[in-house]
């Protein structure tokens, strides 16, 4: 497809459990976000991947929280013991440089 | 840093009759904004952008907005809702002045319901 894709749709974990993420960007697209959105509210930032540079991850609220990103492809976001308060919707997003950023439908994650 | 605050979390609307959803923003600098639209289970989606050009901005499906300096605002119309317009609607702010991330500042949201 032409969009960016996200999966799994629906993660439903135990508390204490690793889960991964996974995002497929627009092919060419250089940059590379995410995002979460928790309960009845807007998007948080999280974490930035631009070309080969260094990621900003001036958004992850802990340690628990780590992505990758292979070359200007496929990235994983990686939650460790997760918490309740993890649960929410993870979105990725990618653009082409600085340009609009295009959103996947995100996966919800639920944290028992 | 820069914000944005939307006004209305909620916002109830007939069929036919205007739109207007609220937000203001903060910003050192000329910011650029957006409006997104989030659909029930669908992804976001972007209605229109204010990157320092004209100040009323036409977006898809008969939406604008108008940047507005003086006021800080950039309110989003539309002449007529139609029933598919019901969705979750976000302000949004680029925070890019002076580094490389061009990561977007959401506001909360305001949630547009269309009745018949």
């Known amino acids: 497809g032409a969009g960016v894709s996200q999966s799994p749709s629906n993660k439903v974990t135990e508390k204490g459990k690793d889960v991964e993420l996974r995002c497929d960007p627009i092919s060419g697209h250089t940059a590379l976000y995410w995002y979460r959105q928790r309960l009845g509210q807007g998007l948080e930032f999280l974490i930035y991947f631009q070309g080969n540079s260094a990621p900003d991850k001036s958004g992850l609220p802990s340690d628990r929280f780590s992505a990758e990103r292979t070359g200007e492809s496929v990235s994983t976001l990686t939650i460790q013991r997760t918490q309740q308060e993890d649960s929410a919707v993870y979105l990725c997003?990618?653009?082409?440089?600085?340009?609009?950023?295009?959103f996947g439908p995100g996966t919800r994650l639920t944290v028992l | 840093a820069q914000s944005v605050t939307q006004l209305d979390s909620h916002v109830s609307v007939s069929e036919g009759t205007p739109v207007l959803l609220r937000c203001n923003y903060s910003s050192s600098y000329s910011p650029s904004l957006f409006w997104y639209v989030q659909h029930p289970n669908k992804g976001l989606q972007l209605l229109l952008k204010?990157?320092?050009?004209?100040?009323l901005v036409k977006g898809i499906n008969g939406f604008e907005a108008e940047f507005k300096k003086s006021e800080t605002s950039f309110h989003l119309t539309k002449p007529s809702a139609h029933m598919s317009d019901a969705a979750e609607y976000f302000c949004?702010?680029?925070?890019?002045?002076?580094?490389?991330?061009?990561?977007?500042?959401f506001g909360t949201g305001t949630l547009l319901a269309v009745q018949p």
């Open positions: 204010y990157t320092s050009a004209a100040t």
């Open positions: 949004v702010v680029s925070d890019r002045y002076g580094g490389a991330t061009n990561k977007l500042i």
């Open positions: 997003a990618s653009s082409a440089g600085h340009l609009e950023q295009f």
